[in-house]
């Protein structure tokens, strides 16, 4: 019996996720419970993450090279973008994503692979040409950081100077995600995932309603 066939369904991950993440709606939509609920981001993140990679098919070093590329790369942008204000704008980052480097949250590398890999693979099954996926991926990406950010600023994820979010941040993160896709593409990366699609829709769809609940709360 080969190791992918002794892998759980990933219909009953999702299942449990649903349940974690709508208790995770619930903490953060109290007070009471709100700054409980945020100390779990940073390992839900990472859950996630390792539930991609579990799942992910096939492995090389290939791939290992360029999700190691991608999560240093993200962190080190991310790292410019807090010293300078040149790349996203003025912003810093408050506790919620935990422990930091250079001001920055470790964890922000493996948030870039984690999304880049969600649109790498849910494009690479729409059939359209490379670099139309390459496009669509990263405008997914900016959709993404519209509804995300709203949430993050009201967790205290992160805060924008003067609280007004510029363009130059959604400019920003669809440039970076086209050079990370392209890269992906260049060397032509293969992405076999069972659990992708549903983790990425479990994960946009807790943003989306936190979203929604925030703007009446």
Known sequence: MSFSTRLPEPGKILKILIIFYAVGIF?????????????????????NLALLLIFHRPWTTRHI??????????FSVEVAGVYTGMVF?????GHVLGAKL????????VN???????????????????WLQVITGALLMVTYDVVL??????????????????????AAWFIISLVFLSVLH????????????????????FI??????YRFI
């Open 65 to 74: 090279i360029l999700y190691l590329f991608i999560a240093l790369a993200g």
């Open 112 to 130: 870039w692979l984690m999304l880049i890999y969600f649109v790498y693979h849910l494009t690479g099954l729409s059939g359209i040409s490379r």
């Open 186 to 205: 260049i060397f032509k990366v293969k992405a076999e995932n069972r659990i992708s699609p549903g983790l990425f829709a479990v994960q946009a769809g």
């Open 27 to 47: 903490g953060l939509s109290f007070p009471m419970t709100k700054s409980y609920t945020e100390i779990l981001t940073p390992y839900t993140l990472l859950m």
């Open 208 to 213: 989306l309603i936190l979203n929604i609940i």
């Open 149 to 170: 950010e709203p949430v993050a600023i009201r967790m205290n994820m992160w805060s924008w100077s003067g609280d007004d979010i510029p363009f130059q941040n959604y």
């Open 102 to 109: 250079f001001d920055t949250p470790l964890i922000i590398g």
């Open 89 to 93: 704008g003025e912003y810093n980052y």
